[in-house]
Structure formats: structure tokens, C-alpha cells
DNA sequence: AACAAATACATGTATATACACATAATAAAA
DNA sequence: TTTTATTATGTGTATATACATGTATTTGTT
């Protein structure tokens, strides 16, 4: 669908400014989708995301602030995403023996499976629901990267 | 800055994939831009969409439904984003004489000054701080479209 | 006209975002 | 070594998101 039929509107300024509002409303639907296939495992799309973070360390401990700065959404409140997960028992907190400050967390065997169960559902969506090639994507991927090049 | 620096991860299963997550970040990072310049009004940036909205019929009125269909993000809930807005006495809510189930909105004169104000910042977002030409927002406003051609 | 269905909006709840601030522990400096 | 600064995390608040449900109003059907 084109944005203008998407926000109703065709005043876009240039096609930069098009872009910029295209990558908000593409990211909305894109979460959309995947929310919708994590809503069955009880899981929101930032609990997922550090679920797929503690996985690449596993079976390693991960403290929060390790965990934040891999965060897609940089201002995502860590600690009380973690609060969710461990009463639903997916990760285990506990404290760093040797620096008293930190607290590591890491997934239980729960936590395992239901992430490997998601991805599963994750994966089908970026293979079968976004229509794309791989050289269209690697197209993408350097224009999104050329758009923040002025990263402050 | 490279995704993989950002997310600190290299674990894409292809460049699909890589895509996906990179349109969440960049409109992560698009987004906190934006918000960052609209704080120094007091303005969310959905409280900015919603009188972005409003200017466009101005000085027309407009349904709840009218502004939620125009939305970025769908999901807003426009009645709340209202009220915040009418608190702060940048838009008016009447009820239609014609359809008592429709609340209309428009923008006061205080409403269209911050606009007008903000509009200058966020323009400025888009001319200064995107690094990327008209061409190359084009193409990236194709691909954006291409992602989303199997809209459900 | 009376009833059922649809529409528009408001409201409630759990979670997340964005950001400020508090607290405890460690590191650095005097 | 005492003080100061920094670091890591937790907590608080206002707003937003995602979604379910309630309520008034209008429309369609008989």
C-alpha cells in the first residue's frame, strides 16, 4: 500500500520527508505483525527482544545495561521488562558476586523454549509476509544506513 | 552508524531479516530525533500528529474517526491524545449537531501558533540532520512500499 | 414504529516509553 | 584513607500503546 492511501495524506513536502514518515509507518506495521504472532505466547514485541538478546549469550549472564544497549528501542526500561519475564518465569535474576552493582540474568529452560517456539513464528513472518529480495533488502539496508549517517 | 553497531549483533539470518530490524531502529532513532525538538513545546510526538491532522481540514472540524484514520501509528488512542491537547487549550472539542455519536475538533489559534512553530523544527529535522538526496529518498520510499505490498 | 445491528466514542487495564531522580556500590583522586 | 565522582540499577510519573468492553446514537429491517 502507498503511504498516501496508508495516512491519507499528500502533502509531503519532498520525498525525503516522504521517507521519514514511510519508515515510521512501515515500523508500525512491521510490529504490528510480529505482535501479533508473539500475543499467542504471551510475550509483548520488547519481551521478546530481550529474550533474543539473553539467547545470543547464552548460556552466558547478561547484566542490564548489556542487555539495554542492544535494545532496538534505545528507552526501553529494562529492569521492569526483566520484572515481567521472571514471573513468568522465562529469565532468572540474580546478583553479580563480583560486582555487588550489577544484576545478571539469564533464561531458563522455559524461556529457551518459548523463544525458540516464537522465533520460529518470527521468522515466517520476515520469510513469507514481507515481499522482498535479498538484493531489493541489501538496497534497503544501505539507504536506512545512509540516512543516519549523521548519527548524534 | 551500521546497524550492527547499533544493536551490537551480527546474527542476521540474510539481509531480509537485517531489513526488518533496521526499520525499527531507524524509526526508533527518527522518532527520538523528532520528540527531542517538539519538547521544547510541550508536545509529544502523537500530540503533534493529531494538530498536524487537524491543520490539514483547518478550519475545518474533524471526527475522532476522521483523525485516527490519519494516524502514523494506528493504535493511537486519539480520544486520550485529544484530551491532553484540549487540557492545554491547542484544540476545541464540540459536539456535531447532525450525528450526536460524533465529537469534532479544531485547531485554536494557540494550536495553529505551536504548529506552526514546531512544523519549522521537525522541517528542519528533515533538511539538516537526514543525510540523503531526493533521488535516494525515492528509491527508499519504493522499497518501503515494496515491503508492505502484501498489506493485511 | 419497534427491534436488531452497526457506528462512534469513551473508558479501563496491562505494558511500554521517555525521562527524572534516588540509592547503593565501585573507582578515582586528594 | 577519606572524600568525591562515577557507574549500575531501581523507582516514580506522565503519556502512549494495544486491546477489550461499555454506552449512546443512528441505521436498517421487519
Redesign the pocket.
Known amino acids: 500500500m502507498k503511504l498516501e492511501q496508508a495516512i491519507q495524506s499528500v502533502n509531503f513536502k519532498n520525498e525525503t520527508h516522504k521517507a521519514g514518515l514511510n519508515i515510521l509507518y512501515t515500523a508500525?506495521w512491521l510490529?504490528?505483525l510480529m505482535?501479533?504472532e508473539l500475543?499467542s505466547f504471551g510475550l509483548?514485541h520488547?519481551?521478546y527482544n530481550v529474550l533474543r538478546i539473553l539467547k545470543g549469550k547464552s548460556p552466558e549472564e547478561m547484566?542490564?545495561?548489556d542487555i539495554?544497549c542492544r535494545m532496538i528501542?534505545k528507552?526501553?526500561?529494562v529492569?521492569?521488562?526483566?520484572d515481567?519475564l521472571v514471573i513468568k518465569k522465562l529469565v532468572r535474576?540474580s546478583n553479580d558476586a563480583n560486582?555487588?552493582?550489577?544484576?545478571v540474568m539469564s533464561l531458563t529452560e522455559a524461556g529457551l523454549n518459548i523463544l525458540s517456539l516464537s522465533t520460529q513464528k518470527i521468522n515466517h513472518v520476515f520469510e513469507k509476509t514481507i515481499l522482498m529480495n535479498e538484493a531489493s533488502a541489501a538496497e534497503l539496508n544501505n539507504l536506512l544506513e545512509l540516512i543516519r549517517e549523521n548519527e548524534s
Open positions: 508500525w510490529k504490528t505482535s501479533k500475543k509483548t520488547e519481551q547484566c542490564v545495561k539495554a528501542e528507552s526501553s526500561n529492569p521492569r521488562i526483566i515481567r535474576r560486582d555487588k552493582r550489577h544484576t
